[in-house]
C-alpha cells in the first residue's frame, strides 16, 4: 500500500465551526483511523461534537510526520498561512480534505492542506494552490488559477479562467465572470458580481462590484 493510501491520524488545528466541516470531511473520506483537534481553548474545550480536543498545539512540539497529517482549519487567511508554514518548517505532512460529494476534475491540480467542502465543483485544468478552501456548494470553472490561501465562501461562482492571488477572499454568493484577475489579499464582498480585474489588496462590493477600498 503507497502511503498516499494508508490509513493515518489527522489532528486539525483550530476547532471552531470551519473545524468541524473539515473533521467530517476527513471522517467521509474513511482515510483517518483517529482525528482530534488542537486549539487556544484547550484545556476549558475538550470537546467538539464527537471529537477531542486534546492539546493547544501552541509549541507545535513532539511532532508525529510519520503516522500523522495535520490540518489547519482556521478560516483568516492569514492566520492559516502562518500556521500551516510553521508546520511545513517541521517537515509535517499537510492533509488534502475533499467531500465525498464534491465534484473534482482528475485534470485539475489540488495542493495539500486544501479542503474541498461539500457538493463544491472544480472542473478541468484548475489548478488550486496550498492551503486553499472551496466552501459549500462553491463552483470552480475550468482553468482556474487560485494561489496559495485563497478562499472562496459558500455558493460563490468562478467562471473560466479566472485568476485570484494568495490569500484572497471571495464572498459567499458571488460571481466572477470570465477571464478576470484578482490580486493578492483582496476580499470580494458576499453576493457581489465582479466584471473588471481587481488590483492588489482592493475590496469591491456590490453588483456590479465597485472598489471601496485600495492599499
Not at 509549541?59 to 510526520?65: P, V
Not at 465543483?121 to 470553472?141: H, L, Q
Request: proline letters at 3%; hydrophobic letters at 40%.
Amino acid at each position: 500500500m503507497s502511503s498516499l493510501n494508508m490509513v493515518k491520524n489527522l489532528v486539525i488545528i483550530g476547532a471552531g465551526g470551519h473545524g468541524k466541516v473539515a473533521a467530517e470531511c476527513a471522517e467521509l473520506m474513511g482515510r483517518y483511523t483517529n482525528i482530534c483537534f488542537w486549539d487556544g481553548l484547550y484545556p476549558q474545550l475538550t470537546q467538539v461534537s464527537h471529537w477531542p480536543v486534546v492539546g493547544t498545539g501552541a509549541e507545535f512540539s513532539g511532532l508525529d510526520t510519520v503516522h500523522t497529517d495535520y490540518f489547519v482549519a482556521i478560516g483568516h487567511n492569514i492566520t492559516r498561512q502562518k500556521v500551516t508554514t510553521q508546520l511545513l518548517e517541521q517537515q509535517c505532512q499537510m492533509a488534502t480534505l475533499i467531500h465525498p460529494s464534491a465534484v473534482v476534475s482528475p485534470y485539475s491540480e489540488i495542493g495539500e492542506g486544501t479542503l474541498i467542502c461539500a457538493t463544491a465543483a472544480v472542473n478541468i485544468d484548475t489548478k488550486i494552490a496550498r492551503g486553499c478552501i472551496v466552501n459549500t456548494g462553491a463552483s470552480v470553472d475550468h482553468d482556474n488559477i487560485l494561489a496559495s490561501f485563497v478562499h472562496i465562501a459558500p455558493g460563490a461562482r468562478l467562471a473560466g479562467s479566472v485568476s485570484i492571488g494568495e490569500a484572497s477572499f471571495i464572498g459567499i454568493g458571488s460571481v466572477i465572470i470570465p477571464g478576470k484577475s484578482i490580486g493578492k489579499h483582496c476580499i470580494l464582498g458576499a453576493g457581489s458580481t465582479l466584471l473588471h480585474d481587481l488590483a492588489d489588496y482592493s475590496v469591491a462590493v456590490g453588483s456590479p462590484a465597485k472598489v471601496i477600498k485600495q492599499k
